[in-house]
């Protein structure tokens, strides 16, 4: 990332940080003992946003300052691979399931084996997939989808939100609460429904709560998404065990999963700053 500026910490830049949020510029403000800076992505206008700044600064209204796009130069996807890989890789298993239909691939990604006799599904333990070393099988059925609106919910909210952790905290940090949320979800998921199920909602319900505390302990807005996104998911949780979900077209909901992934969100805050250093991921 490109620093920005640096100012001292009584600089109150909440109201900044604000309106480059409104203008979707992804940023990270860093504090020390006695400074405060902000940073942008290589493929944010560094100059632009610094011009804006000083132009806040000394006293014109931000309601009055332009944003063009050029402030945001160009898409690549290598700014952020996991998000990019993640979206990509559920669609080829999605489709190579053929969206729960292919159970010759499905036995091979659920969290443990199965075996259909007639209409009985028996099944090994998760002990089973630990002692024969099987244990991608504890993360791939987030990539298994079993409806069109399914994967497609779940990718926009992964390209939303996924995109904004990796790019402001790195891959390794998204990576770590994709990992931690998708194995703390599906081991919830497996105890109550058995081995058949699948889906990335449980990491999404996990990356909404994460930036939502993220920012909520923050004295600026990290992450900057409305708080309304956290009582939408609530509410999507909610409607998910009436069974209406189901009725519209999004297949068997796996409930417990994602409010597995929920929990386990809220807690990936005080797992990530217990793992890397405070300021380098706010």
């Known amino acids: 990332m490109i620093k920005v500026f640096e100012v001292s910490l009584s600089d ?5 940080a604000e309106f480059l949020w409104m203008h979707e510029i992804p940023h990270r403000i860093l504090e020390d003992e006695q400074s405060q800076s902000l940073w942008v992505p290589r493929h944010v206008n560094a100059d632009r946003v610094r011009f804006i700044f000083e132009q806040w600064r000394n006293g014109k209204k931000l309601t009055d300052i332009k944003v063009q796009r050029p402030l945001r130069q160009r898409f690549n996807p290598l700014d952020f691979p996991l998000t990019v890989g993640l979206i990509i890789l559920s669609a080829l298993i999605t489709f190579g399931i053929g969206f729960g ?21 028996l099944q090994d333990g998760l002990l089973e997939s630990l002692l024969t070393f099987e ?3 504890f993360i791939t059925p987030i990539f298994m989808h079993f409806s069109l609106p399914h994967i497609l919910f779940n990718a926009l909210w992964i390209w939303v939100i996924g995109r904004r952790i990796e790019q402001l905290q790195g891959t390794w940090i998204f990576l770590i609460v994709v990992l931690w949320a998708g194995v703390t979800s599906n081991i919830a998921q497996f105890w109550v429904s058995g081995p058949l199920f699948g889906g990335l909602s449980g990491v999404v319900f996990a990356i909404l709560a994460y930036t939502w505390l993220w920012d909520k302990q923050a004295r600026v807005p990290f ?11 609530v509410f999507w949780l909610v409607i998910g065990y009436t069974g ?15 409010l597995a992934g929920l929990v386990a969100g809220l807690l990936a805050v005080p797992l990530i700053q217990a793992i ?7």
């Open 223 to 233: 992450f900057g998404f409305p708080p309304a996104l956290m009582i939408f998911m």
């Open 101 to 121: 239909g292919q159970y010759s691939l499905m036995h091979r990604l659920t969290i443990t084996d199965f075996r259909l006799e007639g209409r009985v599904i």
């Open 135 to 137: 244990v991608w099988r």
């Open 276 to 282: 890397f250093k405070r300021e380098t991921v706010l």
């Open 244 to 258: 209406l979900l189901e009725v519209i077209g999004f297949g068997s909901i796996a409930n417990t999963a994602h």
């Open 12 to 16: 109150d830049l909440k109201e900044f």
